[in-house]
């Protein structure tokens, strides 16, 4: 069992899903020992999929429950960051404490989550330990460096991600090694981070050999990610808390921006991908060939009956409406006043973001029918003072037309853009010197989604700030909205704490509810606890500062 443990993953993972009683045999993944599985390129490729597979498990060795971007980390991270409000009467459902910040190191989604995303990291190490033993006859062309390419990719988005939740964190690179290591700090963990990442930039094609896969543009786009957020994270100051392995104190600002604008050129000029037409197609459940013109990395959902492969987005970022009848969702999120604010109603992201809700009577709906795909529409909202405002963000077909529950979604979720790629673009130019390039790319974004008679000038007269970073930060807001980054981007521009202070109960139906978030709050919430379990089972974790 010693071996299986050694080579499939480290220690924790297998430990973190038993009960208390430490006689209990962990179980491996599979039965097949690594040494006698990875023979082919074909078993390369199979071990890839188990890579790809942790964006969105179900689960994981039996533990978890849809923990990774199926539904609970995509919550996770778009709640309670001052987009979206949960009611008062909702604040008790299942995940309603990451909207009202009442979060805690023993809540069981951010464990399993931790789980999911380190499980990810074991998997990619198991493959890239035992890739150079496969022959490289086995392999076409540049297949066996592509390979290694997409697991260093993925274990560094995966490594990236939790390091953005929460700070520290143990970094895994090799099967052997300690699986009680300690929390490494952020310093170490963006070398191992940048490593992967630059490696995969230069050993990936333009594109992935099937839809879904990650490509040289990934990498680059994710380069531009974490240079602008380790840049952010030193320009803006962000306090460790007094806990220094959460301290940024070491970054170049000058130096990252310079990155960030340099790849992010690279991107723009040589990679493909562009602002599809319909800013609407990224988030509905049928629009994949659009989606795959803009979106470089995506939590994949499948129409496939056997539910495999879907995503659960039912009860938070549907318009509210019968998910039987017309495909609507519980509302148990509800956008706020201050992101109604935000729009010019001639910004076709305003009616799409925030809408009306769907109800239940499919008779009194009007229908958008795409490619034979019909969707129903959300009633006019009349204003934010309408008890039927609701995200709109992610809308899902016709019930009649679906072949799985109607709780499940075939959607996938975007979790890295070409349209985020401009906005990190505008950014680094501002910071190196180039105001007029940096409103440029916001001009270009606004192009795709102003509505006639109005322009791209009036918008641009409508949004401008004398302070570009705020209009930066606001224009983030209106295009990502609900999707992963929000949280990450109050953190690394330090705007959390003004953020939430800053929503006024009397600002919309819905907002008398953010009292809930501002009573739980508090400055050092801005990162993650490190999961109560996790620190039970290694006590060389050290708990972040206020849990």
């Known amino acids: 069992m010693k071996n299986y443990i050694k080579y499939l993953s480290f220690l924790v993972l297998f430990l973190s899903v038993l009960s208390c009683e430490d006689t209990l045999e962990p179980t491996p993944y599979s039965f097949t020992a690594p040494e006698n599985f990875y023979q082919s390129a074909q078993d390369a490729e199979i071990a890839?999929?188990?890579?790809?597979?942790?964006?969105?498990?179900?689960?994981?060795?039996g533990a978890g429950n849809a923990s990774s971007f199926r539904r609970d980390l995509f919550e996770m991270l778009v709640g309670g960051t001052g987009e979206g409000v949960v009611p008062g009467r909702f604040a008790n459902r299942r995940g309603g404490e990451w909207g009202t910040g009442a979060f805690t190191s023993q809540d069981p989604e951010l464990n399993n989550a931790w789980f999911f995303l380190y499980?990810?990291?074991?998997?990619?190490?198991?493959?890239?330990?035992n890739l150079p033993n496969i022959p490289d006859a086995e392999f076409s062309n540049t297949r066996k460096a592509e390979i290694e390419g997409e697991a260093k990719l993925l274990r560094g988005y995966y490594h990236m991600m939790l390091t953005m939740m929460h700070g520290a964190i143990p970094v895994y690179t090799k099967l052997d090694d300690d699986p009680l290591m300690g929390r490494k700090p952020?310093?170490?963990?963006?070398?191992?981070?940048?490593?992967?990442?630059?490696?995969?930039?230069?050993?990936?094609?333009?594109?992935?050999?099937?839809?879904?896969a990650v490509d040289k543009w990934t990498a680059a786009g994710l380069l531009v990610k974490a240079h602008t957020y380790l840049a952010s994270m030193k320009t803006n100051g962000l306090s460790d808390f007094g806990y220094t392995p959460n301290s940024f104190d070491w970054v170049n600002a000058t130096d990252s921006y310079t990155k960030a604008a340099t790849i992010s050129a690279d991107i723009v000029a040589n990679s493909g991908y562009t602002l599809t037409a319909n800013y609407d197609r990224l988030f509905r459940a049928s629009t994949k060939t659009a989606q795959s013109e803009?979106?470089?990395?995506?939590?994949?959902?499948?129409?496939?009956?056997?539910?495999?492969?879907?995503?659960?987005?039912?009860?938070?970022?549907?318009?509210q409406g019968n998910a039987r009848t017309v495909g609507g969702g519980s509302g148990w999120t509800r956008p706020t006043g201050e992101l109604y604010d935000l729009y010019?109603?001639?910004?076709?992201?305003f009616s799409h973001n925030v809408s009306g809700n769907l109800g239940g009577n499919p008779n009194i709906l009007d229908v958008l029918e795409i490619d034979g795909v019909r969707y129903y529409q959300p009633r006019t909202l009349p204003g934010k003072n309408a008890g039927i405002m609701s995200v709109g963000k992610y809308r899902e077909k016709d019930p009649a037309q679906k072949s799985y529950a109607p709780w499940a979604t075939s959607l996938s979720f975007p979790l890295l853009r070409y349209g985020d790629i401009l906005l990190l673009r505008a950014e680094a130019l501002y910071y190196t010197g180039d105001e007029p390039g940096a409103r440029a790319m916001l001009t270009q974004l606004r192009q795709r989604s102003v509505i006639a008679p109005a322009t791209v000038d009036d918008l641009n007269a409508a949004y401008?700030?004398?302070?570009?970073?705020?209009?930066?930060?606001?224009?983030?807001?209106?295009?990502?909205?609900?999707?992963?980054?929000?949280?990450i981007d109050l953190a690394r521009f330090n705007i959390y704490d003004e953020t939430v202070n800053g929503l006024d109960p009397n600002n919309g139906f819905y907002n008398s509810s953010v009292t809930l978030l501002q009573q739980n709050w508090k400055s050092e919430?801005?990162?993650?606890?490190?999961?109560?379990?996790?620190?039970d089972l290694n006590s060389n974790l050290v708990q972040n500062p206020g849990y």
């Open 119 to 129: 499980a990810g990291v074991g998997r990619a190490n198991s493959l890239l330990e």
């Open 344 to 349: 010019h109603p001639s910004d076709f992201r």
């Open 525 to 535: 919430k801005v990162w993650f606890p490190i999961p109560l379990q996790q620190i």
């Open 48 to 61: 890839l999929v188990g890579v790809y597979n942790t964006l969105t498990a179900g689960s994981i060795q």
């Open 294 to 319: 803009e979106v470089m990395l995506s939590a994949e959902g499948s129409s496939d009956a056997s539910q495999q492969v879907i995503t659960i987005v039912v009860n938070n970022f549907l318009p």
């Open 464 to 487: 401008f700030n004398s302070d570009f970073v705020k209009e930066l930060q606001e224009e983030r807001s209106r295009e990502l909205c609900f999707e992963i980054w929000r949280r």
């Open 186 to 212: 952020v310093q170490e963990v963006y070398a191992a981070i940048l490593s992967d990442l630059e490696f995969a930039y230069q050993n990936l094609q333009d594109r992935g050999p099937r839809a879904g």
